[in-house]
């Protein structure tokens, strides 16, 4: 499930040619552990897409993945947009706030990893509007939880109740616990301040939902992965669905699924 901002994907006029087939030519924004994925699944053939510019305040980090594919470092995000069709914003909400509309400006597409950056209602706004007046579009992945598809269908009625419990490893959140502890019970828009770097999933429910969420996160010494569970009551019945994750081996603040999530919408993306 996509959450996006425009009508349509736009197909621009900078496709490569690779075996008789149109690949899509994607920048990275950020060369983190995410972009390393990204990156090692190109190489390997599992997404078929042309991963041509790397851009990172880190140059080092940004000029490892570009020599993997022959590709260029920029720095300056206006050098790779006149030769792409979409960027993965794989870095920090400060990026969502300071580049990203230079991007959606250029009418370009998107992919946004800090997702709680679109909690700010302001800035919300202000990307649908220049992404609609640019014909660009905002896709936003499903992350480290399943069932958004049905969650996004509900929300078209009215929605009662949308429940969230994290449940984490102790260590994950920066503390030491020797029994399970409540460390926060409270609404998305106040998690997301308090933990920026552990609540991308209740930014992207609260989003999908287009409503406050009602969060609560647990440290619990007894296990060793995040579980997420989601409560959803309203006109439509009641949704309830449990993911427990894998840490991602490159880096453990990201787990599989949500690496997953990143590669199958690329490809999707790419399918013409």
Not at 46 to 73: H, M, P, W
Not at 216 to 240: Q, R
């Amino acid at each position: 499930m996509n959450v996006s901002y425009n009508l349509e994907f736009q197909k621009e006029a900078f496709f490569s040619v690779k075996e008789d087939v149109l690949t899509m030519i994607v920048g990275l924004l950020g060369c983190g552990a995410m972009a390393k994925l990204i990156t090692k699944c190109v190489v390997e053939g599992d997404i078929c897409a042309d991963l041509k510019f790397f851009y990172d305040r880190n140059l080092e980090k940004a000029g490892k993945l570009a020599s993997q594919l022959n590709g260029t470092v920029v720095t300056d995000i206006n050098d790779m947009l006149d030769g792409i069709d979409l960027v993965v914003e794989a870095a920090s909400p400060q990026a969502v706030r300071e580049i990203v509309p230079q991007v959606l400006e250029n009418g370009k597409d998107v992919i946004l990893m800090s997702v709680e950056a679109l909690l700010n209602s302001d800035l919300r706004k202000k990307l649908k509007k220049i992404a609609r007046k640019n014909n660009s579009k905002i896709y936003v992945p499903s992350g480290e939880i399943a069932g958004l598809d049905g969650v996004k269908a509900a929300s078209i009625g009215k929605i009662y109740q949308v429940n969230l419990i994290t449940r984490k490893p102790p260590k994950s959140l920066g503390i030491s616990a020797k029994t399970e502890t409540i460390v926060y019970e409270g609404k998305t828009k106040d998690t997301t301040r308090k933990f920026p770097t552990n609540m991308d999933t209740a930014a992207t429910l609260s989003i999908t939902c287009d409503k406050e969420v009602d969060v609560k996160i647990i440290a619990d010494p007894h296990v060793d992965h995040t579980s997420h569970e989601v409560h959803m009551v309203g006109d439509f019945g009641e949704l309830k669905t449990i993911t427990y994750n894998k840490e991602c081996p490159v880096n453990p603040k990201t787990t599989v699924l949500a690496a997953y999530s990143v590669i199958k919408l690329l490809k999707s993306l790419n399918t013409y």
